[in-house]
Each structure stands twice: as C-alpha cells, then as structure tokens.
C-alpha cells in the first residue's frame, strides 16, 4: 500500500517522495508530501503529529492544497487515504515556482 513517486522539476530539483505505509504498520506510520519553507519538500509521517522532520515546525503544507499546489486533476497521482496530489503545479523547494511535477509510482513497498 506504500509507494514510492519522483517529484522533478525543470530547474534540476528531484527527490523521492513516499507514500502511504507499510501493510503492518500504517495505522501508525504513513507518509505524505509536505513542504516546509525551510526544509522543502519533506515526508511526513501524518498519523503522529503534522510537524517538520527536521524543524518540527507545525507551519507546513500538504502537497495537492492550496497555497503550495495549484492545480486539481480529476485523479490524483500520489493518494493515501484522504491525502491526495495531483502531478503538476506544485511548488518547487529550490526554484520557488508550481513548476515541480510528480510522478507515478515507480517502486511499490509493502
Ligand atoms: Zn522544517
Ligand atoms: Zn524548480
């Protein structure tokens, strides 16, 4: 139930992101794409509080909302439960423009 997408931009920014978790454990543990304005794109682990990994900062966005992602699809490329994001318009964390595309699921974990 867990995956693993790319999210690129054109300005050379790319990193992995994971979704969701593993079948055992991700009533405690899934992820989802947030930003936070001074780590970026980070994963976190959104059944424990929603902070910043690195900062523990609570100022964070969920990728696929509004102010960080500005388009809407009809169907989301990255979904776990009521998460979803949607491939383009997303703020990218180095260039700071809705430049930055996920992709589709390229390795899927259990
Ligand atoms: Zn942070
Ligand atoms: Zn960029």
Redesign the pocket.
């Known amino acids: 139930m867990g995956s693993h997408h790319r999210a690129i931009c054109h300005c050379g920014f790319e990193s992995s992101v994971r979704v969701g978790g593993n079948r055992s454990t991700y009533l405690e543990k899934s992820y989802f794409p947030f930003y ?4 970026g794109l ?1 994963s976190v682990n959104y059944v424990g509080p929603i902070e ?6 609570k100022d ?1 966005h969920q990728y696929g909302k509004l102010p960080i992602s500005i388009e809407e699809e009809r169907w989301p490329t990255l979904q776990s439960f009521d998460y979803k994001a949607y491939s383009k318009g997303n703020l990218c964390p180095v260039c700071k423009q809705y430049t930055m595309v996920f992709k589709g699921a390229d390795i899927l974990c259990d």
């Not at 936070?36 to 780590?39: E, L």
């Open positions: 936070c304005k001074d780590h980070i910043c990994t690195f900062c523990q900062s964070i």
